[in-house]
């Protein structure tokens, strides 16, 4: 008896093992388990669970047999309330049990929060950055709650309780991370502020993603900038939106293009993230000849015996009209000189946009590769009138492929308020003076600006870096940061010595062997050894440089609330985004069929009481 009892519990447990890693498999890919019909003999499509059960149950005879003739008919495992019930345990007590286990052992961490609509529900990802075990900086989503309303004290509250259901203290967070809207950004009902009560030492950092986009979008404002990005975004428009016309494009581009490769003659200009803008300005740039050829056959029914019939004709004359309006933009020399001065001067923004949202990156990073960029500026500030020549000729040669030359310069009106009037004596040094000079000022002044909060944190930290310490014309006092976290440290006492045995350590060694960042540094930092530098320098790898890890968690309610599944449990959305976002995160299905067992006891034995 003891025997057949412990066979039929391995056979139901196989059963439900196979039910878990359905389950996982569906949620990992991002697919909808349920269908029309959740029945297993129905006509309709009866959902991806249970076609991935049937398709397991072909290579496992057990299985086999319970799909099609159940020991208990009422205990099939495959009901829509089974599917939740294991999405919970996967989601919520595997993996983040695991995460929050993580954070706990690691002692202090960020928060980092961002609130989003997804089918006209407020939702908002959480997640958290903390040092593990090996050292390394992590970002994780720990859950997605909706919102009654985005106001700071809503996301506040929201932000605490999960915590607090959680058991994470919320008096060990030493930072928060969310952009600058001011429900989150407000030093009296913002976020930041209501989070610090409970937590005075969680430094609040915008996110610098944010903060870059910012300095791209207000000095891209200037009137001929922005009348330059707006014909372009026009462009685009006309021929992306249309198959036809996208057609035309393209057929010119593969006919008249020693090599174009695979890629779209023209991709959409991006609203968020510069990397992608500077994508679709690399597109516009190498097409432009094509397009003004488009806008000819179109506006003007020129270059027609060159191109098939099936696009070069039947246009009707609403769409003649707009591309004639658009040929008249584009062969403009002041366009073409402010396109391509915006396009090459904005190029040195494309790597720190990539690098800034990469989760490994601490502050102390962000903070050289934010500063190496802003000087890059003043050094160009410095020698516009070499670098702007050069743009001037290329602009001249780019423009005489369109048959377009420079003409005469655009009048000034001395009362004028809405355009630029700063007189010139010839084409060039008008646009230098009155576009080139200020649109390259305008960079400096928001880098300035925007990031003046990162070079203030980022300064207190410098002397724990050994190749900021080594220097001898450099001297950093990091007293501000001892008595800021006094608490945190296991003896404040004795930071000075311990900071002298740390800079001999790394004065004996090469300068190429100096770690630069704080993520570097504290693998080589022997926390028995040093350690308050130790703790200092987990705070240091702890603190946010950007919400992109909300952002990216956020994409995911695009696979995940489809139209096949628009309406959804918060739990279930919540634990379907864990097991979707943690992709390459090991889940043990022996301890999923373990934790439902206990949680959602059954008809079928899966336990026994004398060997459990």
Known sequence: MDSKKKANIKENRHILKSVAESVLYCGRQCIALRGTSEKQNSTGNPGNFLALMKLLSNHDEKLKQHMERPKLRNATYLSPQTQNQMIDVIGKRIIQAQIVDEVKNAQIYTVMADEVTSHN??????????????????????????????????????????LSHLNIEIGDCRGQGYDGASNMSSENVGVQALIKKEAPKAVYMHCNGHC?????????????????????????????????????????????????????????????????????????????????????????????????????????????????????????????????????VLSH???????????????????????????????????????????????????????????????????????????????????????????????????????SPLSVTASRLLGLIPSI?????????????????????????????????????????????????????????????????????????????????????ASTLRRLNTFMRSSMGEDRLSSLALIHTHYDMAVNLDEAVNIFSKLHPRRLELTSVLNP
Not at 134 to 157: K, V, W, Y
Not at 412 to 441: C, S
């Open 121 to 162: 529900v407020e939702l908002m990802p959480l997640c958290v950055r903390f040092v593990d075990k090996d050292l390394n900086i992590r970002e994780e989503l720990l859950e997605i709650c909706s919102l009654p309303r985005i106001t700071g004290s809503h996301i506040a509250t929201a932000i605490k309780d999960v």
């Open 212 to 344: 870059l986009n910012l300095v791209i979008a207000r000095s891209c404002a200037l009137p001929l900038v922005r009348n330059m990005i707006d014909k372009m975004k026009s462009t685009i428009i006309f021929f992306t939106y249309s198959p036809k016309r996208e057609q035309l494009l393209m057929e010119i581009v593969h006919k008249d293009a020693h090599s174009m490769g695979q890629r779209k003659p023209l991709i959409d200009i991006c609203r968020t993230r510069w990397a992608e803008r500077h994508d679709a300005y690399s597109h516009f740039y190498s097409a432009f000849v094509f397009i003004v050829k488009a806008l000819e056959v179109i506006a003007l029914g020129l270059h027609t015996e060159d191109y098939s019939q099936d696009v070069t004709t039947g246009w009707q004359g609403k769409y003649k009209a707009e591309a004639y309006s658009l040929l008249s933009g584009l062969q403009n020399f002041g366009f073409i000189l402010t396109f391509l001065t915006v396009y090459q």
């Open 349 to 451: 923004l494309t790597g720190i946009t990539v690098k800034l949202q990469k989760t490994s990156v601490d502050i102390v990073e962000a903070f050289s590769m934010v500063d190496e960029v802003k000087n890059i500026y003043k050094e160009l500030r410095e020698t516009i009138e070499d670098d702007f020549n050069q743009i001037y000729k290329q602009a001249i040669r780019m423009a005489a492929q369109v048959d377009v030359q420079p003409t005469s310069q655009p009048r000034v009106a001395g009362r004028q308020t809405h355009r630029e009037n700063v007189p010139a004596e010839t084409v060039k040094d008008y646009y230098r003076r009155n576009m080139a000079i200020p649109f390259l000022d305008h960079v400096i002044l928001e880098f300035e600006s925007r990031f």
């Open 469 to 553: 310490q080594c220097n001898s014309g450099v001297t950093v006092d990091i007293s501000e940061v001892v008595q800021l976290y006094q608490d945190d440290l296991p003896s404040p006492e004795l930071i000075d010595q311990e900071l002298k045995r740390w800079t001999l350590k790394w004065q004996n060694k090469p300068s190429e062997h100096r770690p630069t960042s704080c993520a570097e540094a504290i693998k080589q930092c022997d926390a028995l050894i040093y350690p308050n530098i130790f703790k200092l320098l987990k705070i240091a790898c702890t603190l946010p440089v950007t919400s992109c890890e909300c952002e990216r968690s």
